[in-house]
């Protein structure tokens, strides 16, 4: 079984929607969380840490659920910038990161 | 500031040949990460190198193998290359922070082996 799940998608959505994004981890030792964005052929970008039930920057929202096993990511009022790949990712105990496959976006006109 | 840099940008190789990547810390960060990433994706930990030494692995064969240099610099190098490896690798800098620690990443190489 992986470490981290994600629906890898497509999402494909209009210009002003909202959009959710569910990750899934496997190890209930996990200890922090994240978000990147990642564009295409370039690196990921951090986009949000979780270390307890969720956090909040602007347009995005990013929560946890620990009883669950699962990370949201929640984007309202999209824009076209925001289609990218959204990767998740879990650090368990020690050093080593986790990832995701990583969730395509869309965001149409 | 400057951020995670990497070189070079984009490799191209055969089949058995060798490689190093380089890869230079964000400022004021001393650990350095390696990461795989293939098509399609997420990225695979390679290993990571803190104060000059191999801390944890994940599941690579030995044929990757790594180093850190005193300014927290870091290489990769990956021997007897297999069309396999061809990827983006990705280097990726912190500084332990517990569990808050995070991770910066660099624009990456892309490598293909033919």
């Known amino acids: 079984r992986k470490e981290v799940e994600q629906d890898p998608g497509p999402f494909n959505v209009p210009e002003g929607a909202t959009v959710a994004f569910n990750c899934t981890y496997s190890n209930s030792a996990s200890q922090s969380f994240f978000w990147y964005r990642q564009d295409c052929r370039k690196e990921p970008k951090l986009l949000m840490s979780?270390?307890?039930s969720g956090n909040e920057d602007g347009r995005f929202t990013a929560q946890l659920n620990r009883a669950s096993q699962y990370i949201s990511l929640l984007i309202r009022d999209s824009k076209l910038s925001d289609s990218a790949t959204y990767l998740c990712a879990v650090r368990i105990t020690g050093n080593q990161f986790y990832f995701g496959t990583g969730t395509s976006l869309t965001v149409i006109p | 500031d400057a951020g995670v840099t990497q070189s070079p940008t984009h490799l191209i190789k055969t089949r058995g040949q060798q490689v190093t990547l380089r890869c230079s810390p964000k400022s004021g960060h001393d650990t350095v990460s390696w990461y795989q990433q293939a098509l399609g994706q997420g990225p695979q930990f390679i290993f990571q190198y803190y104060e000059e030494e191999e801390r944890q692995r994940g599941n690579f064969p030995d044929r990757f193998s790594g180093h850190q240099f005193p300014n927290y610099s870091s290489e990769l190098n990956v021997n007897a290359l297999l069309l396999g490896d061809s990827a983006l690798y990705l280097c990726?800098?912190?500084?332990?922070?517990?569990?808050?620690?995070?991770?910066?990443f660099g624009p990456g190489t892309r490598l293909l082996v033919l």
């Open positions: 990726a800098s912190s500084t332990p922070r517990g569990f808050q620690e995070t991770q910066y």
């Open positions: 979780v270390y307890s």
